[in-house]
């Protein structure tokens, strides 16, 4: 069952500069153990050293939170969009 | 619950009940239309709008809220008009460098129109001032740059029952959304705690298009006076999300979280705390984390270099920024110096440097526990050699 996973800008550099991928998965959990095999320096910035999904990540299934479905046991179908959206604190400011 | 506190004045004060011949012509786009006319124009009038940083966001809505009539904007920023903020600031003008920037955005906007109230408040929004600096406003729109302020606006924001229009970019990338109305959820409703220091994006992936923030302000500043009006369907509970390079806006369901500690009910917060210690950083100019090497100053590079000492010079920066300007290194962005390092020999003196020092020291560290023993990290990187040794050198 191909989802869609949109990767958002800060990680891209993580993913290979991809802005998405497809994955066969039933659940929002497969979909990012998949993502993050296929590209493994983007695990840290998605998951806690024991795989919890980090706090400051938001997942959604289309528009929902999945925090508020079955988190990342959420069921996915066919044609469905998972989004991860971190925070940006909005600054454009080279250190 | 925005228009009770959108149009109320003031204790003491009494709201403009009319318009004067001039605001009528100056108005007169806004009054011909129902959804505005005379009633919405002096809710504009009477509203009270405080803007949190006047930089890429905040330009277009100081200019759109100013044009519209909103009567008394405050404009909170303690920084100085930089070079590099023109590409995007669109309030100020060349010889605006150097100025504060609330004090020459309210020159600009004063001069754009002359009927509103503008307070310049030079100071950096704290703890120990929002509250007070938020109390007299009807809206807070957030246009900072930094998770401790997004924080701290948020908090004070609920504290206090006001909305807070946010908006965030990156890169290419905006964020929009209306928290803090009663039946909406707050910015820690959707981000609980910020990311921590080592995980925010570094500035090898930093920059933003100039127009992005032009967008997303604007949309800012169309909810605020939305909210004003008291009309249209605003953004709350739901994050509009713009991407510009792929020109897609999308749309995600923000709910309020019933167990979030600031705007659930039982909250557990119930005063602003210290920002920067929750965030785990001073600001979004924080030194490099903990990370001790040994360096050299751009000065005794240039003496070892016209010496003749065999030096290699490492550039960890991206190769985007190795055409801005170069001091002839090897480059290999810190990404990719995990895989490439069979590029270097350890028999060498390596001196590494990026744009400011940041970078090129965690190379350093990396290149150390790697085995690398005479190994060096530029002082104050490019930006130090431009202006220690050779000026010629641009600085970005």
């Known amino acids: ?95 | 619950m925005a228009m009770a506190t959108t149009t109320q004045a003031q204790p003491g004060t009494k709201p403009a009940a009319t318009l004067s011949k001039q605001e009528i012509l100056r108005y007169s786009r806004h009054l011909i239309m129902p959804e505005v006319g005379m009633e919405g124009q002096l809710k504009l009038k009477n509203a009270k709008v405080l803007l949190i940083g006047t930089g890429g966001l905040g330009a277009p809505l100081g200019l759109y809220l100013a044009a519209a009539g909103v009567g008394k904007l405050g404009l909170v920023d303690f920084d100085v008009v930089d070079f590099t903020n023109l590409q995007r600031q669109v309030t100020f003008g060349t010889s605006d460098v150097g100025k504060p920037k609330s004090q020459a955005a309210r020159a600009r906007l004063s001069s754009l129109n002359p009927d509103i109230q503008i307070e310049a408040i030079e100071a950096q929004l704290t703890s120990a001032n929002a509250l007070d600096l938020f109390k007299d406003y009807d809206i807070i729109v957030d246009g900072t740059d930094n998770f401790p302020t997004r924080y701290l606006v948020n908090d004070a924001c609920i504290l206090l029952g006001k909305p807070n229009v946010y908006g965030s970019i990156f890169r290419f990338e905006g964020q929009v959304t209306v928290f803090g109305m009663a039946d909406g959820p707050c910015y820690r409703c959707l981000y609980p705690e910020p990311p921590p220091p080592g995980l925010v994006p570094s500035c090898a992936e930093g920059g933003v298009l100039g127009v992005l923030p032009g967008i997303v302000g604007s949309i800012q500043a169309m909810e605020t006076i939305k909210l004003i009006l008291g009309s249209g369907d605003n953004l709350i509970g739901r994050l509009l999300l713009f991407d510009a390079l792929g020109m897609r806006f999308r749309e995600l369901k923000l709910r309020k979280n019933p167990k979030c500690p600031m705007c659930g009910s039982n909250r557990t917060i119930h005063k602003l705390i210290d920002y920067y210690e929750f965030c785990g950083v001073r600001g979004e100019e924080a030194p490099a984390p903990n990370v001790q090497v040994p360096e050299i100053t751009p000065r005794e590079l240039k003496t070892r270099l016209d010496r003749g000492d065999d030096l290699f010079i490492l550039d960890v920066r991206e190769p985007h920024e190795f055409q801005i300007c170069n001091l002839k290194g090897h480059l290999i962005p810190l990404g990719e110096l995990p895989r490439r390092v069979h590029e270097l020999d350890s028999s060498r003196e390596i001196v590494a440097h990026c744009r400011s020092g940041k970078r090129s020291a965690e190379a350093v560290d990396f290149l150390r526990k790697a085995g690398f023993r005479k190994v060096l990290n530029l002082k104050g990187g490019i930006l130090a050699w431009s202006d220690e040794v050779d000026p010629s050198v641009p600085k970005y």
């Open chain 1, 1 to 95: 069952m191909p989802v869609k996973v949109i990767i958002p800008t800060p990680l891209r550099v993580y993913a290979g500069k991809r802005a998405s991928a497809e994955f066969n998965a039933g659940t929002v959990g497969e979909a990012l153990k998949h993502l993050t095999t296929e590209y493994a320096d983007l695990r840290k910035h998605l998951f806690t050293e024991d795989g919890r999904l980090r706090s400051f990540v938001n997942v959604y299934v289309n528009d929902e939170d999945i925090r508020y479905l079955a988190k990342e046991n959420t069921a996915t179908k066919d044609g469905d969009t998972i989004s991860i959206i971190p925070s940006i604190a909005g600054g454009c400011c080279p250190l």
